[in-house]
């Protein structure tokens, strides 16, 4: 018999705004649960802070990007959405875990307006908020899930009202690792540089030998990072063209080693989902973070889940990106179950991890 869920079914319409900031990307959107217990997306505006080629994203100039932004895509949201700041049943914003500045922007905006519209205010975990857009919007039931993204990379499990982290990286995050090299090979941040590796990694034809570093359940991605980028010093390495027919042999360009390592780490993350899937008996993969976008990953995914009778989950780039729609329906459950965040305590956390989160919506 399953068991019933602490979630009543509500008596009215419930709406609730959800900003995220942890990153580069600033998000607002508005979400409705509905008296039959469905959700509908009212409105998901995001604006990206892109840096030029060959740079990464400053958590100062970050947190000026998002303060900018802030009140067009809030309101860009509201108007959306077709409701009211004072039609709002609360304000959901994002906790941690993320860099520190641009979470206390977003932290800031989010307290300023529960104050202007006296609203309930309700904090979240940013890699819950994942994991609870991913559910809603696939329909996955009790997934093994895989997060992976550019600050955490983790394969979680429900149990007892807590996601529980079986594994995960234990230095860099694979979306962190993919941006690096796009850095080294100085492709575009725009729209993502991870976008761009998968886009190179198409054309790659050579596979390169490179370390496999899975431990028990965990993953170390930093050795990987290191080896391809030693790679392109190598004499055998051509950026861009291979050479003209009848030349060497012996070569390699930018795309094989993009294809390279999005095979290698790939390989590495499917390895440690099927364990997790093993241990708790389920059949089915649920992929979220922004790296979940790849449909490679999600193709080697789909190879290991179908050997086992099983099935794979994910979303597509309105919602394995970051985005403020995430925020507003882990932050509707938490207040649904009677819980908010007073002014006094709204702060933010660089260090939040998925497994502190009380999971009282779920039974």
């Not at 050795?223 to 790679?231: D, Q, V």
Request: glycine share 10%.
């Amino acid at each position: 018999m399953p068991t019933r869920s602490p979630l009543k079914r509500p008596d009215r319409p419930y709406l609730a705004l959800g900003l995220e900031g942890s990153a580069n990307k600033l998000g607002a959107g508005v979400i409705r649960h509905e008296i039959d217990g469905s959700s509908t997306v009212l409105s998901n505006v995001r604006h990206t802070y892109i840096t030029p080629p060959g740079e990464g994203f400053l958590p100062r100039d970050t947190a000026v990007h998002h303060r900018q932004w802030a009140l067009k895509v809030i309101e860009d949201a509201v108007t959306t959405s077709g409701v009211g700041m004072h039609d709002l049943d609360c304000i959901c914003y994002t906790k941690g875990p993320g860099m520190g500045a641009p979470l206390q922007s977003v932290a800031l905006v989010a307290r300023t307006l529960s104050l202007l519209f006296d609203k309930p205010l309700v904090g979240v975990n940013h890699c819950v908020g994942h994991i609870e857009m991913g559910r809603e919007i696939t329909g996955a039931r009790n997934p093994v899930v895989l997060y992976v993204s550019g600050g955490n990379t983790q394969v979680i499990a429900y149990s007892r009202q807590c996601y529980r982290i079986f594994g995960e990286t234990l230095d860099i995050a694979v979306g962190n690792c993919l941006d690096r090299f796009a850095r080294v090979i100085n492709l575009s941040n725009d729209p993502s540089p991870g976008y761009n590796i998968e886009q190179e990694a198409k054309k790659g034809k050579r596979l390169i030998p490179l370390p496999y570093a899975t431990k028990g359940m965990d993953v170390s991605l930093s050795g990987i990072l290191t080896a391809t980028e030693a790679l392109t010093h190598d004499k055998r390495y051509r950026p861009d063209d291979p050479p003209e027919s009848g030349a060497e042999e012996d070569y390699f360009t930018s795309a094989d080693l993009c294809f390279s390592l999005q095979e290698t780490i790939f390989a590495m993350l499917v390895e440690i989902t099927e364990r997790a899937m093993a241990h708790i008996g389920s059949k089915e993969v649920l992929i979220v973070g922004g790296v979940g976008c790849n449909m490679r990953l999600q193709e080697m995914m789909a190879i290991m889940a179908e050997e086992r009778g099983g099935t794979v989950f994910a979303t597509d780039e309105r919602f394995c990106i970051d985005n403020g729609i995430m925020i507003a329906q882990a932050g509707l459950l938490s207040y649904r179950m009677g819980f908010q965040t007073p002014i006094t305590k709204s702060t933010c956390t660089q260090r939040f991890r998925t497994d502190e989160v009380h999971v009282a919506w779920r039974a």
